[in-house]
């Protein structure tokens, strides 16, 4: 029974970092940098309360779940908050004397980390029950080697190995509940920042819409009258400022074009359409788009692919992936397009860069209203692409890696022709 409590104690320590941060931290902090600081010494006190309060049963063993707080930290974080944990893990260790407990935790920290570390960059970028399954079956490893030391050191003994099976069923059972935890919390935050965003923009977007169609008209005017003045005997100077105009003229204008899709009644009587015909439009269209960028488009449409969809508002929502594949590649290379119909009767459709790409924060932000990350961007065309897919009950997934490129799939229900 006193074992028992002792792992709920340890449980209580293991839990006392995730809500800090996510009482206090994640509201007020912003940056990245500091955040991870926060978090990595919250993960520490964790880490010492555990080893001070741990499971005794007896011969001065002792078992705790300093691996926990030393898991995430490295699996959030990152290696380099892992390889101070693991520091301060030995360190800690040595202030309770030089004994074999030092050398199990050293050996079973060696065994353990490198896996750690490898998976890590993985671990961010899968989804919730792969993140669980990767955390929990790290617990698994750490405590089986732990096991192992533990036992080649000392000898197997029946009261011993029992305690060890109940100490590895603890750690799996509070990792794979701390995971959920941590996702969840994560989850419900993404989504309350989700809602201020629609918010702010719907009430932004009524506003501008108004007011969008009336700008519109004269600027219209303003562009034909500056090109008339754009004569070849004009001296350079005033060219380039005629030029100027027009260019921003024309900024505003594609700003103002976004605003009003956006702003559009939703019409959900859509018509059945022949995707593959309107994609090798979409890519005729682009090809022109291209000219200046050195970037070639390989396209692989198989023909024939039906869906529901508005064809207008499906063209205009590509046209933006593959105007972003091809901007995200200023020193040229390869866009592929391809749309197939899958087994399970869904229409896939794939555009693939080998741009910037982006990193996972980044992936997570796309799509949001303004976030854009050009210099004279509008951080609107994903906005509004996603919505347009979201309405013919399409699904998105974003594939991205920096310096790699950006894949994004794209899957709509088929119907028959
Ligand atoms: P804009 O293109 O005006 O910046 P978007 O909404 O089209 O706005 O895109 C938002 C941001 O998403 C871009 O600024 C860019 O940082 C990122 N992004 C979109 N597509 C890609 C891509 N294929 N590769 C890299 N980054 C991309
Ligand atoms: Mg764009």
């Given amino acids: 029974m006193s074992i028992l409590k002792d792992f709920l104690l340890q449980f209580t320590l293991m839990v006392i970092p995730i809500f800090s941060y996510f009482t206090f931290i994640l509201e007020k902090v912003k940056e990245d940098r500091a955040i991870k600081m926060f978090m990595t010494l919250l993960w520490g006190v964790s880490i010492l309360l555990c080893m001070s309060f741990p499971v005794e049963y007896g011969g001065g063993a002792r078992l705790d779940i300093r691996f926990i707080p030393l898991l995430f930290g490295t699996l959030y974080l990152g290696v380099w908050p892992g390889v101070f944990l693991s520091f301060l893990i030995i360190l800690y260790r040595l202030t309770f004397g030089i004994s074999m407990g030092v050398v199990t935790t050293v050996d079973v920290l060696i065994l353990t980390l490198p896996v750690i570390f490898y998976v890590q960059r993985l671990f961010l970028r899968v989804n919730r029950d792969r993140r669980i399954m990767i955390a929990t079956g790290l617990s698994f490893l750490y405590c089986l080697c732990g096991m192992m030391v533990f036992g080649g050191m000392n000898g197997f003994s029946i009261p011993v190995l029992k305690v060890q099976v109940i100490h590895l069923i603890f750690t799996i059972a509070v990792t794979g509940f701390c995971t959920v935890l941590?996702?969840?919390?994560?989850?419900?935050?993404?989504?309350?920042?989700?809602?201020?965003?629609?918010?702010?923009?719907?009430?932004?977007?009524?506003?501008?819409?108004?007011?969008?169609?009336e700008i519109r008209n004269p600027m219209q005017v303003s562009r034909g009258f500056l090109q008339l003045l754009d004569d070849p005997d004009l001296p350079y100077r005033q060219k380039e400022y005629i030029k100027l105009s027009i260019e921003e003229l024309d900024r505003a204008n594609e700003i103002i074009h976004d605003f009003l899709a956006l702003g559009k009644p939703s019409n959900s009587t859509y018509g059945t359409i022949n995707v593959s015909e309107q994609l090798k439009r979409t890519a005729a269209l682009i090809q022109t788009f291209n000219v200046n960028h050195q970037v070639e488009l390989q396209i692989d449409i198989q023909d024939d692919c039906w869906m529901k969809a508005d064809p207008q508002k499906l063209n205009q929502s590509l046209l933006n992936f593959l105007k972003n594949a091809v901007e995200s590649m200023p020193n040229g290379g390869t866009v592929s397009l391809s749309c197939h119909q899958t087994i399970d009767g869904h229409i896939r459709i794939t555009v693939k860069d080998q741009g910037v790409g982006m990193n996972p924060k980044q992936v997570q932000r796309i799509g949001s209203p303004y976030y854009s990350l050009k210099e004279n961007g509008t951080g609107l065309g994903m906005m509004v692409s996603y919505q347009i897919i979201r309405s013919f009950n399409g699904k998105i997934r974003v594939e991205s890696e920096e310096g790699v490129g950006t894949e994004f799939v794209i899957e709509f229900p088929s119907v028959q022709a």
């Fill in 182 to 213: 941590i996702e969840k919390i994560h989850e419900i935050h993404e989504l309350r920042l989700e809602v201020q965003d629609t918010e702010r923009f719907r009430v932004i977007s009524e506003l501008t819409g108004v007011f969008a169609h």
